[in-house]
């Protein structure tokens, strides 16, 4: 596991990186149950970010708690978000963790935003994989 030090305004933070966060924030997803979860691998396509996290929720209240569920997880481990947008509208949440980013969208903003589609050469990882 990969550790980095993050210096904010008045704070350090350790924050873990990477693959371990993905898993975090599938499980947090999954409880919640997220609807359509798909990971994407963008190591080799993009120098932005390595993982892309999408997910929907039914409903403005799921999209929120699906969004809130992730972010306390990460936090429990010492995880904290760069940046959230989106929330008070919850139709896209767009959660910034550096080096994974986080979708959380309404049914219909995701097929209008279509990711997927956007990034279909970036490697889509198998959910199972992340279990345990």
């Known amino acids: 596991m990969t550790y ?13 990186t990477g693959f371990d966060n993905v898993k975090v924030a599938v499980a ?5 149950k997220a609807i359509d979860l ?4 963008l190591v080799e396509i ?9 997910c929907s929720g ?8 699906i969004a809130d569920e992730i972010e306390d997880r990460l936090k429990q ?6 940046n959230i947008e989106g929330y008070n509208n919850a139709e896209w949440v767009l959660m910034d963790y550096g ?14 935003y279509d990711l997927e589609r956007l990034w279909r050469d970036a ?4 959910l199972t994989s992340l279990q345990g």
């Open 4 to 16: 980095t030090e993050t210096k904010t305004e008045s704070e350090v933070t350790i924050s873990r």
């Open 46 to 54: 993009t120098s932005f970010a390595d993982y892309f996290v999408i």
């Open 38 to 41: 798909v990971v994407l691998k």
């Open 77 to 82: 481990v010492k995880v904290r978000p760069l």
């Open 99 to 112: 080096s994974m980013i986080v979708h959380v969208f309404s049914e219909n903003s995701r097929r209008f």
């Open 123 to 126: 490697e889509k990882l198998d």
């Open 28 to 32: 947090a997803a999954e409880d919640k």
């Open 58 to 65: 039914t409903s403005t209240r799921q999209v929120q708690a």
